[in-house]
Each structure stands twice: as structure tokens, then as C-alpha cells.
Nanobody, 125 residues
Framework: QVQLVESGGGEVQPGGSLRLSCSVS????????IGWFRQAPGKEREGVSC????????IYLDSVKGRFTISRDNDKKLVYLQMNNLQSEDTAVYYC??????????????????WGQGTQVTVSS
């Protein structure tokens, strides 16, 4: 059974850092792309970052480039999102998703087949 579980969210002050984790089960990380998305209240879900099945290709939302880094640990079946210099506009529920069964590459706008339940990130002074 395919499952994704996010963790690591919390509340931080502007300029702070958090590291989100996405734990996957039911498949291996080299079989699909993994993406991080976020949804703020009243806004649509937006793609934040993605790492491809080979682990070599990464894409980022323009507003997080230079601040967020996606990485993964194949043995632990974890995908991380390191978030530095967090700002109030980063406040959202963050989700990870997989393209398992469809794609191995990261392409903006592509369909994802399974999602986690989300973890809340709040940036506030």
C-alpha cells in the first residue's frame, strides 16, 4: 500500500528554519518523482519543489529558490524539504505527493497519484 506521511511542521519566527520530512512506504524512491506542495488559507495548492526518481533533477517555485532545498535518503525512504529564512508568506499546510505509476521526471503541472495528510507551517512574529 502506497503511503506518504509528512512531519516536521511547526511555528517559527520570520527568518527561522524548519526541515520537513516525507516518509514513504509501499514503493521505492527511485521509482517516482516526489513533490512538495503547499496550500495557504483561501489559496490554491501550489507546487514548491520536486525531486525526480533518479534523485538528480530538482525544481523549485521561484519564490523559494535559494531558501528551500529538497533532498532524499533512499535507505530511510525519506524526502526532506529544508526551509531557511522563512517568511510569513510561507505559512501554509505542506503536503508531499508522488507521481508513482505516471512519471519519473519533475514537470510543472503534472499529475500526482498519492498524497500525504499534510503538516502545518506557521511563520509568525
Amino acid at each position: 500500500q502506497v503511503q506518504l506521511v509528512e512531519s516536521g511542521g511547526g511555528e517559527v519566527q520570520p527568518g527561522g528554519s524548519l526541515r520537513l520530512s516525507c516518509s514513504v512506504s509501499g514503493f521505492t524512491l527511485d521509482s517516482a518523482a516526489i513533490g512538495w506542495f503547499r496550500q495557504a488559507p483561501g489559496k490554491e495548492r501550489e507546487g514548491v519543489s520536486c525531486i525526480n526518481a533518479a534523485g538528480m533533477g530538482r525544481i523549485y517555485l521561484d519564490s523559494v529558490k535559494g531558501r528551500f532545498t529538497i533532498s532524499r535518503d533512499n535507505d530511510k525512504k525519506l524526502v526532506y524539504l529544508q526551509m531557511n529564512n522563512l517568511q510569513s508568506e510561507d505559512t501554509a499546510v505542506y503536503y508531499c505527493g508522488t507521481t508513482l505509476g505516471l512519471y519519473k521526471a519533475c514537470v510543472k503541472g503534472q499529475q500526482y497519484t498519492s498524497w500525504g495528510q499534510g503538516t502545518q507551517v506557521t511563520v509568525s512574529s
